[in-house]
């Protein structure tokens, strides 16, 4: 039979154990939490990346096609997708262009809008333009649907250390 000293001494040690998995516990929530604060703010910066990008593009092409297509270019050369145009993409991105085109659009609109009172509104046939961000998100969304990963992790790229040369 245990004396009370050891009997105390045990309970002690009990509430120890336990008090140290307690602290274990949270210190894992809040690191996951700041893992989860960080990648929401890495991601909103390369969202304001993107897409100021794509509006600065936007601005300084009136010719909406070709707005649009410069855009588009500019997104995929800052992730390292293309060196040049959107041919080198191939076949595969074809979704990706289907979500992209429609944003570049409601940028490319935003930033070149119709005089009011001008007959020189969108075609009938044409979507309504959405909200940039909104539809970027819901881009974002798809992707991550599609792909397993979040569109905006592409933005990290692996670079292999360096090895400095003196000469």
């Known amino acids: 039979m245990p004396t009370a000293a050891e009997t105390l001494i045990a309970r002690l040690q009990a509430d120890c154990t336990a008090a140290e998995a307690a602290e274990r516990a949270v210190r894992a929530d809040v690191e996951a939490r700041l893992q989860a604060a960080e990648r929401a703010r890495a991601f909103a910066w390369r969202r304001l990346s ?16 070709l707005a649009v297509e410069r855009q588009l270019e500019a997104l995929f050369r800052e ?17 990706l262009l289907d979500w992209l085109r429609p944003i570049a659009e409601a940028l490319h609109a935003a930033a070149h809008p119709a005089p009011a009172g001008s007959g020189d509104a969108r075609p009938v046939d044409d979507p309504p333009l959405a909200d940039p961000l909104a539809a970027f998100r819901a ?6 649907t599609e792909r397993g990963e979040p569109f905006l992790q592409v933005y990290e790229r692996y670079m292999p250390a360096t090895p400095v040369v003196e000469f």
């Open 50 to 65: 993107a897409l100021s990008d794509m509006a600065r593009v936007a601005a300084l092409e009136p010719d909406r096609e």
């Open 79 to 95: 992730i390292g997708w293309i060196e040049g145009d959107l041919a080198e993409l191939g076949e595969g991105a074809r979704p």
């Open 139 to 144: 881009f974002e969304a798809w992707y991550e």
